[in-house]
């Protein structure tokens, strides 16, 4: 079946209706959107077509949320293709789904938090620019994320004379990191 509404588009929920009561509460709400019109509907009149024209019949909707953190809500309807209605069993597996789906979410929205936070981090350790010397030209780029850091620096010496060292860390984590690094002068040539 296809979503009764466009991917992406914002929903607007009058009220009073189940979608903010369940946003509101956080209980789900097992609905027959073909018994009496009720108020909701009549004020709705968009999504009460969209539900007619669909031949729904029978749905419940089911916060998204995750320690009483309202992240959305979802709806799952039933059509002319299965007639029969959503009873008390359905409820609790939508209730289940949603509870596992809201984990994932939020963890999900944690870890691209944290990552953001990390990556912040280390952009702003890098340096904001390297001396401008007549013995080297340098270069270099950052790829957060990569298995392996490679980091250098470039060490203005007396004598025209420059020092480079380049480092890796071949893993992650205290106690766990090793470097391997080089140190080379680099003399400048005579042409």
């Known amino acids: 079946m296809h979503a009764l509404y466009p991917v992406g588009e914002t929903s607007h929920f009058v009220s009073p209706s189940p979608y903010m009561q369940v946003l509101t509460d956080l209980a789900p709400r097992l609905m027959d959107p073909k018994s009496s019109p009720s108020e909701w509907l009549m004020h709705d009149a968009a999504r009460a077509g969209a539900l007619r024209d669909a031949g729904i019949h029978s749905m419940i909707i089911v916060p998204l949320s995750f320690h009483g953190r309202v992240l959305g809500l979802v709806s799952f309807y039933r059509g002319p293709r299965n007639p029969v209605d959503f009873d008390a069993s359905d409820v609790a597996l939508a209730k289940q789904l949603s509870a596992k789906a809201s984990a994932h ?51 203005e010496l007396s004598g025209a004379r420059v020092g480079l060292v380049i480092g890796q860390v071949s893993r992650q984590g205290l106690n766990q990191g090793h470097c391997v690094f080089a140190i080379g002068p680099v003399r400048r040539s005579r042409v």
């Open 105 to 155: 979410l939020e963890n999900a929205r944690c870890y691209a938090r944290e990552r953001n936070t990390a990556v912040t981090l280390q952009r702003s350790l890098l340096p904001r620019s390297f001396p401008d010397l007549s013995a080297v030209s340098t270069a270099h780029f950052y790829t957060p994320g990569a298995r392996q850091t490679v980091w250098f620096d470039v060490i």
